[in-house]
């Protein structure tokens, strides 16, 4: 079975500055790793994604991510935060195989980017 | 390309009452998920289909829930009767296949039980 742990149910920041939103995995198979956003009354949107090769994943609006597989960690990173980046964000994983390529969510952490 | 769609977008019922949610997902996607997310929660898979067989419903209150995916295109989910603890938003998503293809997922229906 897999699970998904985000530390930090709600994270405050001033614009401008720097954010990181941590995820650490349980799984015992290799995993596909996820960042969704969701936006007030909004469905769900893919942020980034690791399936293989190199550790450290772009993805859009200038978020980045490093799969760290010894840590199992899977952390989200933005080097400037601004006020349109508020938001909830979900970690995943997906089993690469043994199951049916359901998604596993973390909790959630929201992201408040104070002026 | 259009995007998963859900309808409706909030409903309101009182418990005991039945409810239906419908999901159109993007064209040419033969995996198609939904997903209940109570609130302060992430979202949990309710039940996944291939095409319209189901190949995982093993989270979903089958004593009260039913979902269909006729034709293998559109999807229903069902509540009946409802219950206070239903309350949350139901997603839909979908994609091409399983593994590593990206799920996309639709606006979702607040469901708000009294």
């Known amino acids: 079975a897999q699970s998904v742990t985000q530390l930090d149910s709600q994270v405050p920041v001033f614009e401008e500055a720097p954010v990181e939103l941590r995820c650490n995995y349980s799984?015992?198979?290799?995993?596909?790793l996820f960042w969704y956003v969701q936006y007030p009354n909004q469905g769900l949107q893919l942020l980034l994604k690791y399936l293989s090769g190199s550790t450290l994943v772009k993805g859009i609006n200038g978020f980045e991510a490093e799969f760290n597989k010894s840590q199992t960690s899977f952390h989200l990173r933005k080097p400037s935060v601004h006020i349109s980046d508020t938001a909830e964000y979900f970690c995943?994983?997906?089993?690469?195989?043994?199951?049916?390529?359901?998604?596993?969510f973390g909790k959630g952490t929201k992201l408040s980017v104070k002026p | 390309e259009a995007g998963v769609a859900q309808s409706p977008r909030y409903k309101i019922i009182e418990k005991r009452q039945s409810v239906a949610f419908w999901c159109n997902p993007i064209?040419?996607?033969?995996?198609l998920y939904w997903y209940q997310q109570i609130l302060g929660q992430g979202p949990k898979l309710l039940i996944q289909?291939?095409?319209?067989?189901?190949?995982?419903d093993s989270q979903l209150p089958k004593d009260r829930f039913s979902a269909e995916r006729l034709k293998g295109v559109d999807s229903t989910l069902k509540i009946q009767p409802a219950k206070l603890e239903d309350s949350a938003v139901y997603l839909c998503?979908?994609?091409?296949?399983?593994?590593?293809?990206?799920?996309?997922f639709g606006q979702g229906t607040r469901l708000t039980v009294v």
């Open positions: 799984s015992s198979v290799s995993v596909y």
């Open positions: 998503a979908s994609s091409l296949g399983v593994g590593n293809t990206e799920a996309f």
């Open positions: 064209s040419g996607h033969a995996t």
């Open positions: 995943a994983v997906r089993p690469h195989r043994g199951s049916q390529g359901n998604l596993i």
């Open positions: 289909f291939q095409n319209n067989g189901v190949v995982d």
